[in-house]
């Protein structure tokens, strides 16, 4: 409290005017009353402050901390007039441009609007020479957001002081807080061309419109007539480029960054950086030209050779989004441009850090998509023999595994995937390994192995195959007999090892066996199901049909039913059949509610419903 | 004001008795009990079911408040692709099962729904609406409405829709009383926009303009309407209301101070629910007034332990609020909003409370009619989003096909589709 008094004691002083005739040092006697008028304020009790508050003023008129309080205080209860009375008393003295803009706040809060704005306009013309006139009156405008009038008065003053180039900030926020994007924008142009290190502060005070569609169009097209006109300024195009990527056009993002890179002579490392942006935003097409600028305009900048990496990277994964929505020659374009860029910066960058993960994209590439297992093999074998303390070599191990499967080498196989069990950095590839290991003992009929390594990654929950080793374990379960050397699943795993080699034929035909001497083996169901998908690989899609509708048929209680069902439905909609699908699609909503395929199978049949009209 | 309720109810009643269905060849049964696999999306079935101007006849009390149709490929086909679960019944079992709900001495009855009503949402353009729980219930369940908001409003739009919803609108002008995020971009925007748009209309401030709004709203729920609200949506809108003599609003945002009598000057004959409030006139508190009773403290803010119950009506003559809380629980999981649950000591008397917590001086859900119309105002933000933030992401019904908090949305958007017939005299 004591502090208080001090305080309260010297902003009086302070207040006091140098003026001799009214002015008097502030008593003792005052002191407490404007003391116990505050107490009331804090109190919300201005009522009983104001009678104190105007025998002070009464005493003491020239006394700005009374005068203030006082004004303060009728505001509070919006006594309007008595205020506009204690300023008009004040002018009248001496007028000057804060106690006009007060005066005109006061008519505007009071909702005299017109009387407002004229009072605003005397305080201009009270002293229009000097530039603290017009940001005193922009002030007050700003606090009651009479946007409208702030910008006129900045305008007026731009004019009267002849300084096009005065409160230019402060006109670019009021435009934008008005809806004036275009003369916001305009306002940034000017103050980018004046001071292009401000590109950040532009930046930030447009994040706050660019949210608001009309505020973004507006700036990009004010931004486009600047760059047309000055082209060599890096500040509008990089502004320009941004703008561009927030509406996510990024093929016009792509154009500006192009031309900034070689305004700023960066040697393709803008682009790069633009490139990884794009890749981000998975606009793979607008990235792959971007890291093929490079390697044409760039071939010998430091980026070049990240960059080729990264193209055959992007047309990779560019490949594989559009697996279920483009053509497949689309996709075969992308894969022969991913297996380009790899091997090309293999062939130019043998020391380059990246070199062990292209030959691991290359060598998986040449297995996957071209199925070429002899050139997957060379780029794996020079990946683990050349690089074996990385990570990508154990990946490598790994594939090399799966090329020993495709080639029926399955002694081999097996030693790879023993060497990576042992060796791996990482669990998630020994996992994968033994996991592998016991695959190679189904596949050989040797269930007991097989049942004792797949039980042993299922008792790690966290291991990614534990799943698959969970199904490979009740399969194992389930399927044995009825003969005490399990023929029926001895054949299902050769057809499966067959099916994984892509031999289909070979694979149908063991499973046409299996069905011909076990038709009700608990294994019947899966054979069938699989005899779908191989007819499909084979792109038999009548036969495909016929095995999959035999699912639900044969084994109406089957986990497959519901699955077959599905896919005949789905084939019959593919082959142009939309009657029959929708009704293979309600069969399976009637016959499978609690399948996970229903909430599929109702936007499929909505899909069907709208297309027929 | 009791009066009229009491008429209402006799009218619905009387549609009840006057109207008993007729068993066709085939009827369709949707259970709304435990063995519904989604509660949700069986009302916009009824829905879509009306549209194509077939009736549907809701058996309320009936196995959580079932619906039976006449059975035909179109519905069999509408229920099959939304998932939502149904038993085809013989002439001879649906006339059965009419009997049973009709029977002396039981809770139950038939209400006949004929005609899908018109539905719109004020809602804000660019409003998403995963804010809006009554949107994502309306989205999720399929059931086409229209989105209006100031403009519409006040050009007179309101006369072409049966049902109205008011998204988390302040009423008062206060922008949500979120004066925390005011240099936020979209705080920022959201006031410009308002006072452009109060601008537009002649207006000089938000406040004024939002009250002219909540006006609107009142008059057409004096000429028929329904009108359904949320959260602050219901609390700022009797705010609006009673102040429209005076100005509650903190200088913070609308640039001047609070009428210095903004409290005498509250005028509670104008409002829907609530009478004998104080707003809180702090532009830095969140609470809007004392209608909300707030949240649970933190210690006490327990999912587990927090519900409301649903209050039993008679079927037969209370068909109304019957039809407001037909439920499969009697029970349901509370929710946190800005505006959580109504301070019972300020409800008007005829107010009808559908669901209460227990033991404690609140409640959840209230009914009440004005005029011709009625409204109901449901407190909470989200029911199966507890304590929902600014800025969290988006319940997915999908995850909630069952939710009993959400089927008090939309118990209500059927309300209006119940037949309407004056009493033989």
């Not at chain 1, 779908?532 to 792109?539: E, K, V, Y």
């Not at chain 2, 709304?32 to 006849?57: C, F, P």
Request: hydrophobic share 40%; proline share 5%; glycine share 6%.
């Amino acid at each position: 409290m004591r502090l208080v008094t001090i305080v309260l004691g010297v902003s009086l002083l302070l207040g006091v005017p140098t003026a001799p005739t009214h002015a008097q040092q502030p008593d003792s006697t005052q002191l407490k009353k404007f003391q116990r008028a505050n107490g009331f304020l804090r109190a919300d009790q201005p009522e009983r402050a104001l009678p104190l508050l105007e025998d002070l003023y009464t005493d003491a008129p020239q006394n700005t901390a009374f005068y203030r309080k006082l004004k303060q205080t009728y505001e509070s209860i919006k006594r309007y007039d008595d205020a506009l009375q204690l300023v008009d008393d004040r002018i009248d003295s001496a007028p000057t441009v804060s106690l006009l803009a007060e005066k005109a706040r006061l008519l505007y809060q009071k909702g005299e609007v017109d009387a407002a704005n004229d009072t605003w306009d005397r305080a201009v013309a009270l002293a229009p020479s000097r530039p603290q006139t017009y940001r005193t009156v922009y002030n007050v405008l700003a606090e009651v957001r009479h946007f409208r009038k702030a910008i006129a008065v900045l305008r007026e003053g731009r004019d009267a002081l002849n300084r096009p180039g005065a409160f230019r900030t402060e006109l670019a926020q009021l435009y934008g807080l008005d809806g004036q994007f275009e003369a916001a924008m305009q306002e940034y142009v000017a103050l980018l061309s004046e001071a292009p290190g401000r590109l950040n502060y532009v930046r930030n005070q447009l994040q706050t419109f660019v949210e608001q569609g009309q505020g973004l169009e507006a700036s990009i097209q004010v931004l486009q007539q600047t760059v047309q006109e000055t082209p060599l300024n890096e500040a509008y195009r990089e502004l320009l480029a941004w703008l561009y990527t927030e509406r996510d056009d990024y093929a016009a993002a792509f154009d500006e960054y192009r031309a900034l890179d070689r305004l700023g002579e960066r040697q393709g490392q803008i682009l790069f950086r633009f490139a990884q942006q794009a890749a981000d935003a998975q606009r793979y097409g607008v990235a792959t030209r971007a890291c093929e600028a490079i390697q044409e305009q760039h071939p010998a900048s430091t980026v070049a050779p990240k960059a080729q990496k990264l193209l055959g990277d992007f047309y990779r994964r560019w490949a594989r989004q559009g697996a279920d929505s483009t053509s497949t020659a689309e996709d075969s374009a992308r894969y022969a441009r991913a297996r380009a860029a790899y091997k090309s910066f293999l062939q130019n960058n043998p020391q380059h850090s990246d070199h062990p993960e292209a030959l691991l994209r290359l060598g998986t590439l040449e297995i996957d998509v071209y199925r070429a297992l002899d050139q997957a093999q060379e780029a794996l074998d020079q990946l683990v023999s050349n690089y074996s303390d990385t990570e990508a070599a154990d990946e490598g191990q790994y594939h090399r595994g799966r090329i020993a499967v495709l080639r029926d080498s399955l002694d081999r196989a097996r030693l790879l995937f023993s060497r990576l069990a042992a060796s791996a950095q990482s669990s998630d590839f020994a996992d994968l390994a033994q996991y592998e290991l016991a695959l190679l003992h189904f596949y050989r009929g040797q269930f007991d192995a097989a049942m004792a390594r797949a039980t042993s990654i299922s008792e790690n929950p966290s291991a990614d195959v534990a799943n698959d080793a969970i199904e490979l374990k009740t399969l194992l379960q389930e399927a044995r007999g009825p003969d005490s050397s399990d023929t029926a699943l001895r054949t299902f795993a050769r057809a499966r090892l067959s099916q994984r080699q892509r031999a289909h034929g070979p694979a149908l035909s063991m499973l046409d066996t299996l069905l011909q001497q076990h038709p009700r083996h608990p294994l019947a169901d899966d054979a069938r199901f699989r005899q779908g998908d191989l007819h499909l690989a084979r792109g038999d899609t009548a036969a495909a049909l016929t095995a999959f509708r035999a699912v639900p048929e044969r084994h109406p209680r089957s986990p497959y039913a519901d699955r077959s069902l599905f896919r005949a439905a789905a084939l019959l909609e593919a082959s142009g059949r939309p009657g029959a699908a929708a009704q293979a699609f309600r069969r399976l909503l009637t016959e499978y509610p609690a399948s996970l395929l229903t909430g599929d199978a109702r936007g499929r049949l909505r899909t069907l419903r709208h297309s027929q009209g | 004001m009791r009066f009229r309720s009491v008429l209402l109810t006799a009218v619905v009643l009387a549609v009840g008795l006057l109207s008993a269905p007729s068993a066709t060849a085939q009827d369709l049964l949707i259970p709304m009990d435990a063995q519904q696999e989604n509660h949700l999306k069986a009302y916009g079935a009824v829905y879509a079911t009306l549209q194509e101007e077939q009736t549907v006849d809701w058996l309320l009390n009936y196995r959580g408040g079932s619906f039976l149709t006449e059975a035909s490929e179109t519905v069999r086909e509408e229920l099959q692709v939304r998932g939502v679960s149904f038993t085809t019944v013989s002439a001879g079992q649906a006339s059965k099962i009419i009997a049973e709900v009709e029977a002396d001495g039981s809770n139950k009855s038939v209400v006949p729904l004929e005609k899908a009503p018109e539905i719109a949402v004020y809602a804000p353009e660019g409003a998403v609406p995963w804010d809006d729980a009554v949107r994502l219930a309306l989205e999720y369940a399929e059931v086409p409405h229209d989105v209006i908001y100031d403009e519409e409003v006040l050009n007179g739009d309101l006369a072409s829709y049966d049902w109205l919803h008011l998204h988390h609108e302040d009423f008062t002008g206060q922008f949500g009383k979120f004066i925390r995020y005011r240099n936020e971009p979209w705080y920022i925007q959201k006031q410009n926009k308002a006072e452009a748009a109060a601008k537009k209309f002649g207006f000089r401030k938000v406040s004024q303009l939002k009250r002219a709004v909540a006006q609107r709203f009142k008059q057409y729920v004096s000429q028929g309407g329904f009108l359904f609200s949320m959260c602050s949506g219901t609390e700022t809108f009797d705010i609006a209301l009673a102040a429209h003599q005076t100005d509650i609003v903190p200088e913070e945002y609308d640039g001047d101070p609070v009428d210095p009598d903004a409290l005498e000057q509250l005028d509670f004959a104008n409002t829907l629910a609530f009478r004998d409030f104080s707003p809180n006139l702090n532009a830095r508190e969140y609470e809007h007034s004392n209608i909300d009773v707030g949240p649970p403290p933190p210690k006490m803010r327990d999912p587990s332990l927090d519900y409301f119950t649903l209050f039993e009506f008679s079927a037969k003559w209370d068909p109304v609020p019957s039809m407001l809380t037909q439920n499969h629980v009697a029970t349901v999981r509370g929710f946190v909003g800005q505006t959580t649950a109504f301070n019972k000591d300020v409800l008007k008397e005829d107010v009808v409370v559908l669901g209460e917590a227990p033991d404690r001086p609140q409640v959840r859900y209230i009914h009440g009619a004005h005029g011709q119309g009625t409204f109901t105002f449901y407190s909470g933000h989200d029911p199966e989003d507890y304590q929902h933030f600014v800025g969290d992401p988006p319940t997915d019904l999908s995850l909630h096909p069952q939710s009993p908090g959400y089927r008090l949305i939309l118990n209500n958007i059927l309300f209006p589709a119940a037949k309407k017939k004056k009493q033989k005299t």
